[in-house]
């Protein structure tokens, strides 16, 4: 009797109380490997079958994966009893095969799928939450004394270092600042456009840019922009430190990590922060202007004028007081998750995707958390 097998794998009974195992074509991982179960199954429905045998003479090309089937093959002769003949399969087949089974699977090196139970999936992430949680105030605290340090003029950090990173964080981040602020100018300019000029407001639209610009959109963007730029920036090279040993060859040679490295990026976001949000803040304005003037038909001195009744130097401060906290917030968030990074190279990609998602979370936070405290303070 001949069955046929997808994948170059046949079976024949013969009268000698034989099953033979035809080989043909080429195997490969890709391809997809045969079971050993299509054997089991041929030798459920012929128990009489008492050997083995192997035909591979029209076996093409092969690679690692007949050498799998050929063990979970051997694995289900010995537990059935049967005997496995050989002879037939190619000579380095047969010695890769014995090399093998010459040193037998450790008993536990399979890692077991098991079903870990709900409750104890939510204990373990309270559990990781909870640690997490300590490492970030423990962060916190250590932060707190180093700039205890710094006003008392003890921090040890170079110079050149600093300003090598006010560059970064200010300078090199005027071109996506700019783009970015313009086109969310021109944005509510044009969506007010559309409403006022029902009732023919359109000079309001001056009010709703600069209002909405220099109160809340300013800072928050320019946080935003800064927590995907520089906060990713920042876990990525204090994770890629981490990974080779850096940060450990500092504490070795008496060097604080957190005073040489955390404690400039946060003051180079500090100072760029408030100068990024006003440049973010006239750059809206002028894109508002855009739309006003080239679709509203407004006069440059006009739209101007209107702006400048609109907001006052409370609206300007306080989005540059946002803007200051927005930057400690970010940096904060990018050295902590580079601190915590693991090590290994995929490590530093998810320490960076986590301080630009720890970045965002908390600059939303303290906006919602500013605006119920500037209207309780009535600003």
């Excluded at 997809?32 to 591979?56: C, M, T």
């Excluded at 040679?253 to 946060?266: A, I």
Aim: charged residues 15%; contains cysteine.
């Amino acid at each position: 009797m001949n069955s046929m097998v997808e994948g170059g794998l046949s079976f024949t009974q013969t009268a000698n109380a034989s099953l033979e195992v035809r080989l043909a074509g080429a195997w490969r991982l890709r391809a997809g490997l045969p079971s050993a179960s299509l054997l089991q199954r041929e030798l459920e429905s012929a128990p009489q079958v008492k050997n083995v045998a192997f035909e591979a003479g029209d076996l093409n090309s092969w690679d690692s994966s007949v050498l799998a089937f050929l063990v979970d093959v051997s694995e289900l002769c010995r537990k059935r009893g049967i005997s496995m003949d050989r002879a037939s399969l190619p000579p380095g087949l047969r010695r890769l095969l014995e090399l093998a089974e010459a040193v037998p699977e450790k008993k536990g090196a399979r890692k077991e799928q098991v079903d870990t139970p709900f409750v104890e999936r939510v204990g373990n992430a309270a559990i990781g939450a909870g640690s997490s949680l300590g490492e970030m105030l423990n962060f916190l605290g250590e932060m707190s004394l180093t700039f205890i340090k710094l006003f008392r003029m003890k921090a040890r950090f170079r110079a050149v270092d600093l300003f090598l990173l006010i560059q970064q964080a200010g300078a090199q981040a005027l071109p996506i600042v700019t783009l970015i602020s313009f086109l969310v100018g021109v944005i509510l300019a044009f969506v007010g456009a559309v409403q006022l000029k029902q009732f023919g407001a359109q000079l309001y639209v001056a009010d709703l840019v600069g209002i909405a610009m220099i109160r809340e959109m300013g800072a928050m963007m320019t946080g935003i922009i800064m927590a995907g730029r520089t906060g990713a920036a920042f876990a990525a090279q204090l994770g890629t430190m981490k990974v080779t040993q850096e940060i450990d060859a500092f504490t070795t040679m008496g060097f604080s990590p957190l005073e040489f490295l955390v404690l400039p990026r946060v003051i180079a976001l500090i100072l760029m922060m408030p100068l990024l949000c006003l440049y973010s803040d006239f750059v809206g304005v002028m894109g508002g202007a855009a739309i006003g003037i080239g679709m509203l038909d407004l006069s440059w001195t006009t739209y101007m004028q209107e702006t400048s009744n609109a907001i006052s130097l409370t609206d300007v401060f306080g989005g540059v007081f946002k803007s200051s906290v927005y930057g400690v917030l970010i940096a904060l968030a990018g050295c902590l998750r580079g601190i915590q990074c693991g090590n290994s190279s995929s490590a530093v990609g998810d320490a960076a995707t986590s301080a630009v998602v720890t970045g965002i979370v908390a600059i939303v936070v303290a906006c919602g958390v500013f605006a119920v405290v500037f209207y309780v303070l009535g600003i």
